[in-house]
């Protein structure tokens, strides 16, 4: 897929050449959400909605690649004390999936920058055996996430959906993780 980026502010933001998209058109401006100590960048064609329980923060549904017939979802939590830490949190995600054998497929994961923050960037595919929804588990599918800890909470993220929507988002994802910041930094 050929690609062009787009300066908007501050930040770097991919612009997929597909059908749907062709020089000229206006491209998507990122929208900015703000949850507790933190603040980040999604495009504007990621759709927030209102979280459906407590534990979320923030539900945004990024639209579904041509072909997959579900968008992918993004989730934040936020847990005073970090909810067990980096590694316990990404130990919980790994054991969501399953490889071909039936295992906990491999997980990568990654420090990055944000804005003013360190973050960890993990990813994971196989099938996903999603703990809070009907319907069994979903083969085929990816989760990207990323872990910031601050002074008073962890903050979780945590986009899953199908594989091809997930690679069509995977630069987007990495563009919103460059826009993280923590207030008072």
């Known amino acids: ?26 491209a998507a401006k990122p929208q900015t959400i703000e949850v507790e100590e933190v603040r980040f960048s999604v495009p504007d ?7 459906t329980s407590a534990m979320r923060k923030a539900q945004i549904v990024a639209p579904a690649a041509k072909g997959d017939s579900a968008g992918a979802e993004l989730v934040l939590f936020v847990f005073e004390g ?9 130990e919980r995600w ?3 999936f399953t490889d071909e054998d039936g295992d906990a497929p491999k997980v990568e994961s990654s420090k990055v920058k944000g804005k003013n923050v ?11 055996k999603d703990p ?10 990816r989760l990207y996430g990323a872990i910031v800890q601050t002074d008073k909470a962890g903050y979780f993220f945590k986009m899953v959906g199908p594989e091809a929507t ?8 990495d563009a919103m993780l460059s826009t993280l910041e923590a207030k008072g930094r």
């Open 166 to 173: 997930m690679k069509a988002h995977k630069a987007d994802f």
């Open 45 to 51: 064609t990621w759709k927030s909605s209102k979280p």
């Open 132 to 141: 809070f929804a009907a319907g069994g588990p979903r083969a085929g599918y």
């Open 118 to 128: 360190d973050v960890t960037r993990v990813e994971v595919a196989g099938t996903y």
């Open 94 to 96: 790994r054991k969501q």
């Open 82 to 90: 970090g909810a067990g830490g980096v590694d316990a949190n990404i």
């Open 1 to 26: 897929m050929f690609r062009h980026l787009l300066w908007v502010g501050a930040v770097l933001w991919p612009l997929a050449m597909d059908a749907s998209v062709t020089l000229g058109q206006e």
